[in-house]
């Protein structure tokens, strides 16, 4: 029912930043988490970030946290990704991702089976 469409990954330096965005349609958000996974090749997706649609809390993995910041643009339902101090690490594909039913603090929704739709991803790549 919900639609995710990711845009603005990219080729960076390291050190460099980078903002991803999420675009969402086709369903209500005020019940909802969106979150970002990321997935290099070989490796499982793993959590990144997720914020509460409704109030904008938000939880980040220890790996990104201090660097990466997820927000919300409720006007334009969109959820936003600014990556900043970029690693070679941090190279992965990214997705957006929505918990419909949404009830708890963000992190409480860290774990892929958790959500219920899922964007197509954006290839993010870093080089020093």
């Known amino acids: 029912q919900v639609q995710l469409v990711e845009s603005g990954g990219g080729l960076v330096q390291a050190g460099g930043s980078l903002r991803l965005s999420c675009a969402a349609s086709g369903g209500t958000f005020s019940t909802y988490l969106m979150g970002w996974f990321r997935q290099a090749p070989g490796k499982e997706r793993e959590f990144v970030a997720t914020i509460k649609w409704s109030d904008g809390n938000t939880y980040y993995a220890d790996s990104v946290k201090g660097r990466f910041t997820i927000s919300r643009d409720n006007a334009k339902n969109t959820v936003w990704l600014q990556m900043n101090s970029l690693k070679y690490e941090d190279t992965a594909v990214y997705y957006c991702?929505?918990?419909?039913?949404?009830?708890?603090?963000?992190?409480?929704?860290?774990?892929?089976?958790?959500?219920?739709?899922w964007g197509q991803g954006t290839q993010v790549t870093v080089s020093s």
């Open positions: 991702a929505v918990v419909r039913s949404g009830v708890g603090s963000p992190g409480a929704f860290t774990g892929i089976r958790d959500y219920d739709s």
